[in-house]
Nanobody, 125 residues
Framework: QVQLVESGGGLVQAGGSLRLSCAAS????????ISWFRQVPGKEHEFVAA????????HYTVSVKGRFTISRDSAKSTLYLQMNSLKTEDTAVYYC??????????????????WGQGTQVTVSS
């Protein structure tokens, strides 16, 4: 089992920045890919960004490229999402998710085995 706990969400004005964190614990040595998804009410999970747990390969959805940066601190077993130039359309609950497999395109929620409880990000105009 892998446990994921997100933090760092909040209310920010458009154009501002936030940094989300996801603390991983448990059998993290099995994790291959770790990612951020987001969800708004009534919609499915939307992929945001992914990174290999033991490498530097990253993936981003088009709408956040150049604004968001995913990173992880392996020593601390922590995943980060630095979000800059935030827009109102970035408002969502942000989830950390861990997969036990590697994927060439790790952008589908069914690829992930463990999920955190989510943290709310609200961007005001």
């Amino acid at each position: 089992q892998v446990q994921l706990v997100e933090s760092g969400g909040g209310l920010v004005q458009a154009g501002g920045s936030l940094r989300l964190s996801c603390a991983a614990s448990g059998r993290t040595f099995n994790v291959k890919t770790i990612s951020w998804f987001r969800q708004v009410p009534g919609k499915e999970h939307e992929f945001v960004a992914a990174i290999r747990w033991n490498g530097d390969t990253t993936h981003y959805t088009v709408s956040v490229k150049g604004r968001f940066t995913i990173s992880r601190d392996s020593a601390k077993s922590t995943l980060y999402l630095q979000m800059n130039s935030l827009k109102t359309e970035d408002t969502a609950v942000y989830y950390c998710a861990a997969a036990l497999s590697l994927y060439s395109q790790p952008d589908r929620d069914y690829q992930y085995d463990y999920w955190g409880q989510g943290t709310q990000v609200t961007v005001s105009s």
